[in-house]
């Protein structure tokens, strides 16, 4: 980028001998302009933002040290020198006290001129160069400091710290919790088109959520986002949930899902709100609409449809995939345990109570999942590591762990391509 100039001088043959007798493209800079004295000069410079600005210390109107004066004010970064004759030597003393940076006394040489112009020019960009540096700092320490922030957020909601430790670490991050009444909500925005546009407008949804005065959001990752509702009732959360919805209504290729866990009276019982609140949004991978439930009650007023596998409507003995491939997308290892628990709730008791039953859902899922890894890439080297050898349904307990295991291996070799290649293909599939 070259360095701009812009001359103040009301002396016309040093004005015009300076504009006109150096070959500014060649020298590497931008000449701007020139004006005959400080008060004209004031108000382009405030507009055009020269990165040098070269004046004499007296002019008529608005003299030099008042026109420095009035920039290194405006303009803290312009660099600034001073051409003054010999009398006005005492001047140039008082102009480098208030920022000026050189002088040069008259009469001027045009190789002085463009040597001094050339130091400061290399000055500019070392500054420059410092200034991004101390930006990139800046921007690495504060995306530390919000993911520590976040991971702070997640820890409090799990139940790890006591509650004098939170107090503790609330201060560090500047976080208020002191309330009435808590939830937590847990909230997922899913785009059905995958591209780098929808990540950064992900990030803005995210940022811009309209919320409560004093509600916590933070970042869960590839878990959505979670809200610490401090001071929270029935009626507050309803109207919320219209506002909420709303917004999110307007972003026509998003689909979003949240959760409210029930309200609690301490903080301390915050973890209780998370543990409800969580296994309702499980149910994510059951409904294929947007919706936000508030907490698991809700789930009953949802059409049948969303949640639930009709055993009367099978066909061939098939078993619908539905629910199994939407988690095998979007699902993550730590939401195994409720999905499970609410796919086995959904099937008919009867049917699940026999181990015929059980062994055959065993295999399907399996095949299904075969199915899946397949259609993003993975190879049948890696799809042998998918077995149900030895997977159990004689007892109950020991179905739902070979459920779990087929499901935890599905979701690794899921995880083990590359995923900024393959994901797209994930939320698309």
Avoid at 14 to 22: F, L, V
Avoid at 180 to 188: F, T
Avoid at 390 to 408: E, L, P
Wanted: with cysteine; proline share 2%.
């Amino acid at each position: 980028m070259r360095i701009s100039i812009f001359l103040a001088e009301d002396e016309l043959i040093i004005r015009e001998n300076i504009k006109n007798n150096i070959e500014w493209e060649k020298q590497g800079f931008d000449f701007l302009g020139a004006a005959a004295d400080g008060e004209l000069a004031l108000p382009i410079i405030l507009e055009k933002k020269p990165d040098i600005l070269i004046s004499d210390i007296k002019m008529p109107f608005l003299d030099g040290l008042q026109l420095a004066t009035i920039v290194k004010k405006k303009l803290p970064s312009t660099k600034i020198i001073f051409l003054t004759g010999y009398k006005e030597f005492d001047l140039a003393q008082k102009a480098i006290n208030i920022g000026v940076t050189d002088y040069l006394l008259k009469p001027i040489t045009t190789n002085r001129l463009v040597t001094l112009l050339k130091e400061l020019a290399l000055e500019i960009e070392r500054e420059r160069e410092n200034e991004k540096l101390l930006q990139q700092y800046k921007a690495e320490m504060n995306e530390k400091k919000l993911f520590s922030k976040n991971q702070f957020f997640i820890d409090l909601i799990s139940n790890k710290y006591s509650l004098s430790q939170i107090l503790d670490k609330s201060k560090i991050y500047d976080i208020d919790l002191v309330g009435n009444n808590y939830a937590i909500m847990l909230l997922k925005l899913t785009f059905y088109d995958k591209n780098l546009e929808n990540e950064q407008l992900y990030n803005k949804i995210g940022e811009s959520l309209p919320l409560e005065k004093n509600w916590l959001l933070f970042n869960r990752g590839d878990e959505g986002f979670g809200i610490i509702c401090k001071n929270i009732n029935r009626d507050k959360w309803n109207g919320y949930q219209k506002i909420l919805s709303n917004f999110l209504n307007q972003y026509s290729q998003l689909y979003y899902f949240g959760a409210l866990g029930p309200i609690v009276n301490r903080f301390s019982e915050i973890n209780q709100s998370y543990k409800a609140a969580n296994k309702a949004f499980a149910l994510r991978f059951f409904i294929n609409k947007t919706n936000i439930i508030s907490d698991y009650k809700d789930l009953h007023m949802l059409e049948e449809k969303e949640i639930s596998i009709s055993f009367d409507k099978l066909n061939n003995n098939k078993i619908d995939r539905t629910y199994i491939k939407r988690f095998l997308k979007l699902g993550e290892q730590n939401e195994i345990a409720d999905f499970i628990n609410e796919y086995i709730n959904n099937k008919n008791k009867n049917a699940i109570d026999s181990s015929s039953f059980r062994y055959y859902l065993l295999m399907d899922t399996c095949i299904c999942c075969s199915e899946f890894l397949t259609s993003i890439g993975i190879s049948k080297d890696d799809l042998e590591k998918l077995s149900i050898a030895g997977a159990q349904a004689v007892t109950f307990d020991k179905f739902i762990d070979s459920f779990d295991d087929i499901i935890r291996q599905s979701l690794k070799l899921r995880d083990s391509i590359s995923w900024g290649k393959h994901k797209e293909i994930i939320e698309k599939t």
